[in-house]
Structure formats: structure tokens, C-alpha cells
């Protein structure tokens, strides 16, 4: 990476891949080799037996709709930024903030239905059952923050004009970041209707 006029320039390694791309997507499978741990301790746990059954909080599948939307208006944001659509780009980097905030604000509201519901995080009241859900959803929550981060720094960029076509590194690190944690979701969705 060079730095000129403050500028990043997108500079490859011998191998043609960016470094900060590289680290990029070590995290990526740093993240999906915990969450594949998690889910593999959720089956095995699950067949132990002790395992209370439970509607999950109808709130999950709204936030799937929005997560999955959120990433539509994070590709727009990349697109537009590729044609040097710098007004798209804002209000793209705008939107896909707004329905992450919006997710976490319904995750929240899930676990005060799970509580409604009795179904706790750990102590002699809970069941293993409610306590990986909250698991899963929490660490998922968690990256998702680091996501917003990331999307509010990006946005940051776009507003003094470093996010344009000859300057994609960071929106493209942002967008893959964002996809990487809008397919985990899918996952751990279907992953929890399937097994829960």
C-alpha cells in the first residue's frame, strides 16, 4: 500500500492480491471456522438430550429480509461507485447502515421475546437450547457492529471523496465484509429452522 496526496493507492503483492484484501479474508475464515464450531456443538449438544424445544422469535425472518436488503443496497453503493455515481454511493452507504442498525435493533427485540418467553442465556433457569441461540445471534451481532464500522468509515471516505473509480479498495473490502455477513445470517437461519 502507497500512500500519495493521502491516497491509497491499490498496490498487489507478487501473489496479485491486495494485503489488506488478503487479511480480509483471513478474518472471513477465522469467522467461519468459529461459527462451524458452534453449530457442530450445537448438534452435538442437541442429541445429549436436556434439549428444550421453542418457537424461534418471528423476528428472525423479518431481519432476514432486511440483512438480505441491506447487502442490495451495499452492492448499489459498489456499483455506483465503479461509475463514479458518487451521489448513489452515499445515500447506497447511507441505506445499508440504516437496515444494519435496523437488524440489530430487531436481534434486541428477539431476545426481550426469548426473555418474555423464559428462555435465558446461562444460569440454573436455562436450557442449552436458549443459550446457543443466544450465542449464535450474539457473536453474529457482534460482527455485524464491526460491519457498521467499517460501513461508517467507508461512508466517512465517500463524503471527502476517496471512494470513487479509480479508488475502489475500501468500498470493495466493505462490500465483501458486508456480503460475508449477510450469507453468514442465511446461514445460521436456515441452520436453526433446520435444527431447531
Not at 489488506?20 to 469467522?31: A, E, M, N, T, V
Not at 440504516?98 to 426473555?115: H, I, S, T
Not at 463524503?159 to 479498495?169: A, I, T
Amino acid at each position: 500500500m502507497i500512500m500519495v496526496d493521502n491516497r491509497i493507492e491499490n498496490t498487489d503483492t507478487a501473489s496479485g492480491v491486495h494485503p489488506l484484501k488478503f487479511s480480509l479474508w483471513l478474518i472471513i475464515i477465522s469467522i467461519i471456522m468459529m461459527f462451524a464450531a458452534f453449530t457442530s456443538a450445537y448438534i452435538v449438544r442437541r442429541e445429549e438430550g436436556n434439549w428444550l424445544e421453542f418457537e424461534l422469535p418471528t423476528i428472525l425472518l423479518i431481519n432476514t429480509a432486511i440483512i438480505i436488503l441491506s447487502s442490495v443496497s451495499m452492492q448499489w453503493a459498489y456499483n455506483s461507485a465503479k461509475k463514479d455515481n458518487l451521489k448513489s454511493v452515499k445515500i447506497g452507504l447511507i441505506a445499508t447502515f440504516l437496515l444494519g442498525v435496523a437488524f440489530l435493533f430487531g436481534q434486541w427485540n428477539g431476545w426481550a421475546q426469548l426473555v418474555q418467553d423464559n428462555i435465558y442465556f446461562g444460569g440454573s433457569s436455562s436450557n442449552p437450547s436458549g443459550s446457543f441461540l443466544y450465542v449464535l445471534t450474539g457473536v453474529h451481532g457482534f460482527h455485524l457492529i464491526t460491519g457498521l464500522v467499517f460501513v461508517l468509515l467507508t461512508l466517512i471516505g465517500s463524503l471527502k471523496y476517496k471512494v470513487h473509480s479509480k479508488n475502489l479498495l475500501r468500498i470493495q473490502l466493505c462490500t465483501i465484509y458486508w456480503h460475508f455477513l449477510g450469507g453468514l445470517w442465511l446461514y445460521l437461519y436456515i441452520f436453526l429452522r433446520i435444527n431447531h
